[in-house]
């Protein structure tokens, strides 16, 4: 069988875009290392700049993928959803215990979101792209979608759903996190 040097070239580099999108959010931007990150995916440290012109080109990527990632998860949830029940079902996503104890997997604002004001301009516009796709998500499962004030409500939800998340997150006390989830989407799904 003859080789395609030209696929195999890309899905490495998937790999390891995939890798680092992990990677980013479980550890931070400066917690993910080159070394650490072609590692994981299987292959060596010197390899590395066959693929990135450096490590900032790789974190756009990553924070790109990363955001993507967490995009597309919440659309399929809203998608499979009962009609007119599409942001509830992305909220209680959101806002589970399993996305709050797997940040690798979740949603990189969350993750990251203190650490973006301090990155460069590449990695802070792929970030900027999914957070405004995600806003636009949660807009768009609105039931008042497309009425006056329905995206500064989109905005507001985004907001305090990533909030919720990042407390709940950053205590040592698994009851209040339990309850910062629970009180969250009880607010923006009222009963």
């Not at 959803?81 to 996503?93: S, V």
């Not at 009851?175 to 009963?191: E, F, G, I, M, R």
């Amino acid at each position: 069988m003859k080789r395609h040097p030209a696929r195999s070239k890309e899905a490495t580099h998937d790999r390891i875009v995939e890798t680092a999108a992990r990677a980013i959010r479980r550890s931070g931007y400066d917690g993910a290392s080159v070394a650490e990150i072609m590692k994981e995916a299987g292959l060596t440290h010197g390899g590395f700049y066959a693929h990135f012109s450096s490590r900032e080109a790789m974190l756009a990527e990553a924070a790109d993928r990363a955001g993507a990632e967490a995009v597309a998860s919440s659309a399929r949830i809203a998608a499979n959803a009962p009609p007119e029940q599409g942001l509830q079902w992305l909220l209680r996503a959101y806002l589970s215990k399993e996305h709050c104890e797997h940040p690798e997997l979740g949603c990189p604002v969350a993750a990251l979101g203190s650490e973006m004001p301090r990155q460069v301009p590449e990695v802070r516009r792929a970030a900027t792209r999914r957070i405004k796709e995600m806003i636009d998500l949660v807009a768009r499962q609105s039931p008042d979608w497309g009425q006056p004030g329905a995206h500064d409500r989109a905005l507001v939800t985004s907001a305090t759903m990533v909030g919720a998340l990042i407390m709940a997150r950053a205590v040592d006390d698994p009851k209040l996190s339990d309850a910062l989830l629970k009180a969250t989407l009880k607010h923006l799904v009222p009963a």
